[in-house]
């Protein structure tokens, strides 16, 4: 069955750096575009990262850009989110994300990590 797996979430003092992980297993990688997007309590969910089903482009969100940095290894079918300079105002549930390079309507969620950047 789909999975997508995040881990590498936890608490960072500000300043600090984390590495998000999503391993994906059920569908065929490469043919999915991926995404991180994130939820802070009492917020809707917001796009944080994408990049195309190749690796060969990518977007950010204004308020990650310069700090964070999305990429991925399709022979390891893993998505990484690399994330430098925390703030406290990026606290909130990671999710993974990968929806279909042509039938966009196809997309699968991962269960989300905490990262809780706080002194």
């Known amino acids: 069955q789909v999975q997508l797996v995040e881990s590498g979430g936890g608490l960072v003092q500000p300043g600090g750096s984390l590495r998000l992980s999503c391993a994906a297993s059920g569908f065929t990688f490469s043919n999915y575009a991926m995404s991180w997007y994130r939820q802070a309590p009492g917020k809707e969910r917001e796009l944080v990262a994408t990049i195309t089903s190749t690796g060969d482009s990518t977007n950010y969100a204004d308020s990650v850009k310069g700090r964070f940095t999305i990429s991925r290894d399709n022979a390891k079918n893993t998505v990484y989110l690399q994330m430098n300079s925390l703030k406290p105002e990026d606290t909130a549930v990671y999710y993974c994300?990968?929806?279909?390079?042509?039938?966009?309507?196809?997309?699968?969620w991962g269960q989300g990590t905490q990262v809780t950047v706080s002194s």
């Open positions: 994300n990968a929806r279909n390079s042509v039938f966009r309507a196809i997309s699968y």
